[in-house]
């Protein structure tokens, strides 16, 4: 079983829409859930982060955590074209010494005018 | 405003060339890493260093090789390019202990490379 899985997409939806990109993972001792945004013929950057379970607002973006059922959600609401990038999530332990750090294979999103 | 620069953006080589990919990073981070982005794989670790002249192997190491003489600069070479090494690579680096407890990891704009 993958550590991580993100369903690749792509994902279309019109300008306006509200959007929601999700990852599930395996390991329970996972404590971070990163998101990561890609535009194409760039890296990644982070977009936001959240500790534990429960939900985190930054703008036009909530993440959302639910430890229980290993799920991971990002939402976005009114989509904007600007929007269209590559998503990833990226969970993982606590930052005590050097550790691995997994990521999910990324949501391709589209955001039509 | 802080940056990992990956200095080719796009290469072309020939099989059996020897491939120098370049990374710097402004940040004073100790830990560097190698990444590979392919379609359907995602990000796959290939090297990573945590500090001068260390470095661990990663999940996909076959093929190459690193080198990290200065805190700033960790390269990655192929030591003899082939067709499956055609990918986009890419650096990135972070600090030794993330703030708040996350490890934030600040990425290159990466090197697109084809071997022919």
């Known amino acids: 079983q993958k550590e991580v899985e993100q369903d690749p997409g792509p994902l279309s939806v019109p300008e306006g829409a509200i959007v929601s990109l999700n990852c599930t993972y395996s390991?329970?001792?996972?404590?971070?859930f990163m998101w990561y945004r890609q535009y194409s013929r760039k890296g990644p950057e982070l977009l936001m982060y959240?500790?534990?379970?429960g939900n985190k607002e930054d703008g036009r973006f909530t993440a959302q955590v639910d430890k229980s059922s290993k799920y991971i959600s990002l939402f976005i609401r009114d989509s904007q074209p600007s929007d269209s990038a590559t998503y990833l999530c990226?969970?993982?332990?606590?930052?005590?010494?050097?550790?691995?750090?997994?990521f999910g294979t990324g949501t391709r999103l589209l955001v039509s005018p | 405003d802080v940056k990992v620069t990956q200095s080719s953006r796009y290469l072309v080589k020939r099989t059996g060339e020897k491939v120098f990919l370049e990374c710097v990073q402004d940040?004073?981070?100790?830990?560097m890493f190698w990444y590979r982005q392919d379609p359907g794989l995602g990000l796959r670790l290939i090297y990573f260093?945590?500090?001068?002249?260390?470095?661990e192997k990663g999940d996909i190491p076959e093929g190459y090789s690193v080198s990290r003489e200065k805190k700033e600069r960790f390269s990655l070479i192929l030591e003899s390019a082939s067709t499956n090494q055609t990918s986009m690579y890419l650096c990135?680096?972070?600090?030794?202990?993330?703030?708040?407890?996350?490890?934030?990891?600040?990425f290159g704009a990466g090197s697109r490379l084809t071997v022919l």
């Open positions: 990135a680096s972070r600090p030794l202990q993330g703030a708040g407890g996350a490890n934030v990891l600040t």
């Open positions: 390991n329970s001792a996972f404590q971070y």
């Open positions: 959240t500790y534990s379970s």
């Open positions: 940040m004073d981070h100790e830990n």
């Open positions: 990226a969970p993982q332990g606590p930052n005590t010494g050097f550790q691995k750090l997994v």
């Open positions: 260093s945590y500090d001068v002249k260390m470095k």
